[in-house]
């Protein structure tokens, strides 16, 4: 596996579990299965250490190839011997269709994709104060089926870039470290053939 977590262990030494499941989203999401691996919901298991969700998912035919996998490494996790957490969610909370980026009148909405980081964020260093979280912003993106880059994308009425900087900002409300990986990899328009 080329992921991150991947290279991340091989290059630190670090013992490192991917949780991450594609298609879910940071918010609220429609399917219950993929809802079950929402951040949110990750994060309310590991407070409460009830993982019923995501082992009801792993049931399901829409995802359980990989539901399974996850489910297994989330319970075994003993959180009071983590270390870090790294955040990195959007691909599917920033589209035109998915959730509000956030609501001023509820700060921490999980129907939203900033409320439930902000939501997630305080829930698991309320319980887990010593663990260290890294939050990543989305990609640069290219779409070859329109031929648009995201830089150009304007979804529910914001920019794609103010997702990416709601992400950072959010980060600095929580003074938690952020990976800026739409600005700092260096994907362009020049180069995204490379690497998409």
Known sequence: PNDYPTILAKETGMKVYNLGVGGTRMSVHPESDYGAFSFFHIADSIVTNDYKLQKKAK?????????????????SIDWNKVDYITICYGA???KEWSNPMDDP???KSTDTFIGALRYSIE????EYPHIKIIIMTPLFRYWSDTGEYSDEQIIQDVPYTAW???????ALEYDLHCIDLYKTPGFNRSNHSYYY
Do not use: F, G, H
């Open 105 to 107: 009148n509820n700060p």
């Open 59 to 75: 049931k399901s035919e829409t995802i359980s190839y990989i539901a399974e996998t996850k489910y297994n490494a989330l319970k």
């Open 92 to 94: 599917n909370d920033i």
């Open 164 to 170: 990416v900087d709601a992400v950072i900002q959010t």
């Open 123 to 126: 829930r698991i260093q309320m």
